[in-house]
Nanobody
Framework: QARLVESGGGLVQAGASLRLSCAAS????????MGWFRQAPGKEREFVAV??????????ADSVRGRFAISRDNAMTVNTVHLAMNSLKPEDTAVYYC??????????????????WGQGTQVTVSS
């Protein structure tokens, strides 16, 4: 059974940086694209970033492009995806979720195309 566990969230001031991590187990990690989504209070879950199964392709939401960077480590003993977040803004405040989906021929950006999700980690950016 797939298990994704996020970490690294917290409370920071605007302009600061955070690095989120997501550790995966129970899934053939290197076979799936890995994505980050976020959900702010009263809003729908939205796409943030995704990285392809082998790390060769990345996509970002317009709102985070140039500030956030997604990366992954497919070493069998690690199986982790990271989201480096720089120049954080109050509007980045949300619960951040990692997700696994797609495959070698498809790097999805829609939440419905991801089959496994973590429990989320809170990121709060104060002004």
């Amino acid at each position: 059974q797939a298990r994704l566990v996020e970490s690294g969230g917290g409370l920071v001031q605007a302009g600061a940086s955070l690095r989120l991590s997501c550790a995966a187990s129970g899934v053939t990690f290197s076979s799936y694209a890995m994505g980050w989504f976020r959900q702010a209070p009263g809003k729908e879950r939205e796409f943030v970033a995704v990285i392809s199964w082998n790390g060769s392709v990345t996509y970002y939401a317009d709102s985070v492009r140039g500030r956030f960077a997604i990366s992954r480590d497919n070493a069998m003993t690690v199986n982790t995806v990271h989201l480096a977040m720089n120049s954080l803004k109050p509007e980045d405040t949300a619960v951040y979720y990692c997700a696994a989906g797609g495959g070698p021929s498809y790097t999805p950006r829609s939440a419905g195309d991801f089959g496994a999700w973590g429990q989320g980690t809170q990121v709060t950016v104060s002004s």
